[in-house]
């Protein structure tokens, strides 16, 4: 592993909370709001003032910014894609004298201690990134079923998650980059996924990755994101991205596309197999069990899409339809 030269004009320990915005303004509204709580950082580090990168032209996040109780950075980046926001929020940090940068969702709040149990972790154990916890709160009325697809399951992470790796409450060192930049790709820009190709980037250069079970961030699950529709395009996507990760990590690591293909393609199959077997066999428990099942092949057939190059595009736009 390549050493990481340390900063000496202070962005060592100096942090940036950054927001990704896409057309939330209620949520934006509450999550600036409980940014405006959190505890002062804890020696030796310095917090500087949020950053706000709203991904709409048409600049519908700017209003909400500016009644923001505390004084906060906004830009508009006008590229589409999560790609582009999450690296112009990185340039931003950078430009402002950030070393670090907290990501947060624009639909979540945070306590009050969730910056400081993030660079407390980053700085007990010497990493470049930091995952902290996130609970999900469903609307009322919420069918269990949807509740057992697991599509909004509570991210209580420990250093046994691997693979999944989140920028919906997430520390990064971005001055000096762990790597080589930009650090969210943008072949995932409309498809999701940068985040888990970077963490897969961090442990292939052998970058350090640790957890902060103590730093809550809190998401409301909108009534409009509970549905079968919206639950099984999720599905598809996540089964999509993990093939499609794996082929852009491949890049790095000399394994044949042709061998991550089949792999993937053959897992799909077996996923599928299994989530009907499991659906038939968990059918006693009514709708709740099926989805169980029925969520392992849905994931399944996602794998299969990505293993003959077919990607789903989740955060397409109506205006960027082919």
């Not at 505390?70 to 790609?83: A, D, H, L």
Request: include cysteine; proline fraction near 7%; aromatic fraction near 6%.
């Amino acid at each position: 592993m390549d050493a990481i030269t340390p900063r000496v004009d202070g962005r060592e320990r100096t942090v940036a909370v950054a927001v990704v915005t896409y057309r939330r303004p209620h949520g934006l509204q509450r999550l600036l709001d409980s940014l405006a709580l959190l505890d002062a950082c804890a020696a030796p580090w310095t917090q500087i003032e949020p950053i706000v990168v709203d991904n709409d032209p048409d600049e519908s996040a700017k209003d909400v910014v500016a009644l923001a109780p505390t004084p906060t950075r906004y830009v508009v980046e006008p590229e589409p894609g999560i790609s582009a926001a999450r690296n112009r929020a990185i340039a931003e940090a950078i430009d402002a004298g950030a070393g670090w940068i907290a990501f947060i969702d624009d639909d979540e709040t945070v306590t009050s201690n969730w910056l400081n149990e993030l660079l407390a972790v980053a700085e007990g154990e010497s990493a470049d990134a930091v995952i902290g916890a996130v609970r999900y709160h469903h609307p009322e009325g919420t069918p269990g079923w949807f509740v057992g697809l697991g599509v909004f399951a509570d991210q209580l992470v420990t250093d046994e998650d691997g693979f999944y790796f989140t920028t919906n409450n997430t520390l990064l060192r971005i001055d000096p980059s762990p790597i080589e930049p930009p650090l969210f790709d943008p072949r995932f820009g409309l498809t999701g996924g940068s985040d888990h190709h970077l963490g897969a980037r961090l442990r292939q250069a052998g970058r350090t990755v640790a957890y902060a079970p103590a730093s809550f961030a809190d998401e409301i699950v909108l009534p409009e994101r509970v549905g079968l529709r919206s639950a099984m395009q999720r599905l598809l996507r996540n089964g999509n991205v993990m093939v499609r990760v794996d082929l852009a990590t491949a890049e790095y690591d000399g394994t044949p596309e042709a061998k991550v293909r089949a792999r993937a393609g053959l897992e799909g199959l077996a996923r599928i197999g299994l989530g009907v077997v499991r659906a038939a066999r968990q059918s006693p428990d009514g709708a709740e069990g099926v989805a169980r099942g029925l969520r392992t092949s849905v994931v399944g057939a996602g794998q299969i899409l990505a293993s003959v190059g077919a990607t789903v595009e989740e955060y397409r736009r109506e205006s960027e339809a082919p």
